[in-house]
């Protein structure tokens, strides 16, 4: 059987400026530090949405036995005697 190797990613040299905001940034509390992405635009119209467009659920054929008593236990009585017409 044959291991499964993977290859590890060569990551790009981050340059002195973005190393030295990095540290900046590692050193500020969490409440001082922006988050906000100023160039990501804010989606209000939603009427051309279409939920589930991607979604497709996995179906799986499968059988199940049932035993009577549990089938018959959510349905309504009937009386076996039987009147006379």
């Known amino acids: 059987m ?22 900046a940034a590692a050193a ?11 160039d990501a635009g804010e989606v209000t119209d939603w009427s051309g949405a279409v939920r589930g467009r991607f979604y497709r659920p996995i179906k799986k054929h499968e059988t199940l036995r049932i035993d009577d008593a549990a089938t018959q236990a959510g349905k ?3 009386s076996r005697k039987r009147t006379a017409p």
């Not at 044959?2 to 540290?23: G, Y």
């Not at 500020?28 to 100023?38: A, K, R, S, Y």
């Open 2 to 23: 044959k291991k499964a190797t993977t290859k590890m990613a060569v990551q790009p040299a981050v340059s002195p400026e973005i190393e030295a905001q990095l540290r």
């Open 76 to 78: 309504p009585q009937r």
């Open 28 to 38: 500020l509390p969490d409440h001082q530090i922006d988050t906000t992405d100023p």
